[in-house]
């Protein structure tokens, strides 16, 4: 099973930009699809972004569309979650995790059998 380690998180001002990435060990990280949730205190865990296995297909939540971009980059075993124009709702501790699965399923968190440990971001206002 691929390892997944989250970077890059940390404390931003409104309108500014962070870059989390994710490092998977493993030879198969070019199979995963690999997705993007987050979790704030009091709130259930929710879908930011996935790619699929090519990084030939992308999923984004509604709150995030046109602001967060995903991406793979499967020489490098890495995946990235661009996020630009963050705001203070955006404020929430980052996972990223990865599966065998594709399409709509990419939505859904128990479509995935590995798991980060979690970045946190903070947005101020």
């Known amino acids: 099973q691929v390892q997944l380690v989250e970077s890059g998180g940390g404390l931003v001002q409104a309108g500014g930009s962070l870059r989390l990435s994710c490092a998977a060990s493993g030879r198969t990280f070019s199979y995963y699809a690999m997705g993007w949730f987050r979790q704030a205190p009091g709130k259930e865990r929710e879908f930011v972004a996935a790619?699929?296995?090519?990084?030939?297909?992308?999923f984004y939540g509604d709150p995030v569309k046109g602001r967060f971009t995903i991406s793979k980059d499967n020489a490098k075993n890495t995946a990235y979650l661009q996020m630009n124009s963050l705001k203070p709702e955006d404020t929430a501790v980052y996972y990223c995790?990865?599966?065998?699965?594709?399409?709509?399923?990419?939505?859904?968190?128990?479509?995935?059998?590995?798991w980060g440990q979690g970045t946190q971001v903070t947005v101020s206002s």
């Open positions: 790619v699929s296995w090519s990084g030939g297909s992308t």
């Open positions: 995790a990865a599966t065998y699965y594709s399409g709509r399923y990419l939505l859904r968190d128990h479509s995935y059998d590995a």
